[in-house]
């Protein structure tokens, strides 16, 4: 009977939120008034909003960036360099003067200034299939542990070069995750400076070979871009330019699947959908404990249905299991991840694949399966984070900042062949994940970013799904510094690319 009564209020509730008149004088005749007590106050000071304080949608394109010249390093250990680049290079560097070693040439007897890891390897297409995913996500960790025990305390320079990371067709979003490792290898190495350089195969060898050539030989300050990009003898970096503010209408009624659903920025997700119509939500997260309060919540909100399924998305037989009985789908949002700070050179492989897991090989998985089960949502939204983009955010987080550049990468690729993914980097987020009481908070002010709430940042997510474009930033930034990623304005453009282009090209 109680819970009869429940669902009988549950729904009245529903029609009045909808503007349903109802006659509760029945109701209230038999009601009895309860005293309550107040709440404790909250002696809290709370200052207006500044003009500008709400979150900034910015999109990413690759732009043509000049290099400035610089003196070229001395000694030069290549890690990596036993294939043709590594052996065409080392000709080039030797013919300059410079003292090269290789993998299969001993060590030099002077230090190496710059060490320069080529981690590209054969495209396996986007998205690779699941074995060949595993091994490079494999190769890319205990590559990394060469590096960090090669990487000597006066080395100055990591140059770690890729193949096809950012490109199409042939892309092969896994080369991503080392540009992730060199955001944070600076905060543990000080005074070295790091860029990721991504070539594409579509290059003969001889201009892979002057591309680094030239990088070598330009100046690299630390807490310049981390990656760059070099395309037919172009040289692009990620640039940023401001979103049309239009936020996005998704369907009222429509049926989501949020990965991560019972977490910070899931759960506000699924509360701000649940409150816009009588949509379905399917949450799911690792924990065998199901958020009963929160499915009551949502229901309550306007949800028509809302469930939870313990499902690890990094686990094929789960991720089989989940699609089997879900309906068709409008939207996917993908906001499981696992966040472990610490430095790269702390961590055991093992730690650093778990973090790893959910955004590469669970991004994966998901894609595969909704082709496999023929869903075709017309939004794919993987969350991301702005430590995989801008420099001096992913000390103590390289394995989370390398997980989020593969989302990147990947997003790009999947949107390029047609299919509506996108990668959304959010900035730090005040009551929920990684800036939720966080001593890192305090490194994210020191790079121009302030703290923005779950609500402000779902706000936001509905401007960035409404912008055609695979990489999106939601970040407030602090008054007193600039963002970290250069105007447009200043820098050499290329026309915009069209819907699912290649970016870069």
Known sequence: ???????????????????????RAALAATATRVPVPTYPFQRTSHWPRRPGAEPLVRRLDWRDAPL????????????GGDGALGRALSERLTERGVTVSRDDAGHPGTPPDTLVWLSGG?????????DALDAATKAAVTSLRDVLDLLPGDCSRLLV????????????????LPHGFTLALPAEHPGLAARGVDLTSADEL????????????SALEPGAEASVAWRSGRRLIRTSAAAADTPGE???EGTYLITGGAGGLGSALARDLAGRGACELILTGRSETVPDDLLADLRAQGARAARYHAADVSDEAAVHALFVDLPPLDGVFHAAGTVRPGTLRSKSDTEIEQVLAAKVRGTVLLAEALRRHGQEPAVCVAFSSVSS?????????????????????????????GRPWQSIGFGPVSDAGLAAGSPVQSRWRTRGLSPMSTQAAITALRTAVATDAAHLLVTV?????????PPTATLVSRPVPAPHRPSPT
């Not at 009977?1 to 939120?17: I, K, P, S, T, V």
């Not at 400035?68 to 890690?79: K, Q």
């Not at 054969?122 to 699941?130: D, E, M, T, V, W």
């Not at 550049?405 to 990947?410: E, G, P, T, V, Y």
Request: charge should be negative.
């Open 161 to 176: 070069v890729t193949e096809d990371a950012y490109a199409t067709g042939t892309a092969n979003p896994s080369q991503a």
């Open 389 to 417: 983009v801008q420099p001096g955010l992913a000390g103590a987080l390289g394995d989370y900042a390398a997980a989020n550049a593969f989302l990147d990468a990947f997003a790009a690729a999947e949107r390029a062949a």
């Open 122 to 130: 054969r495209s396996a297409g986007s998205p690779p299939p699941l």
């Open 477 to 485: 930034p602090e008054r007193s510094a600039q963002a970290q990623l």
């Open 1 to 23: 009977a109680g819970n009869e009564a429940r669902a009988l209020l549950e729904a009245a509730g529903r029609l009045w939120a909808r503007g349903g008149a109802l006659d």
């Open 250 to 252: 998704l369907p009222p």
């Open 206 to 217: 001889r201009v892979q070979v002057d591309a680094l050539e030239r990088e070598l030989y």
């Open 68 to 79: 400035t010249t610089a003196e070229g390093p001395r000694v030069v250990r290549l890690l």
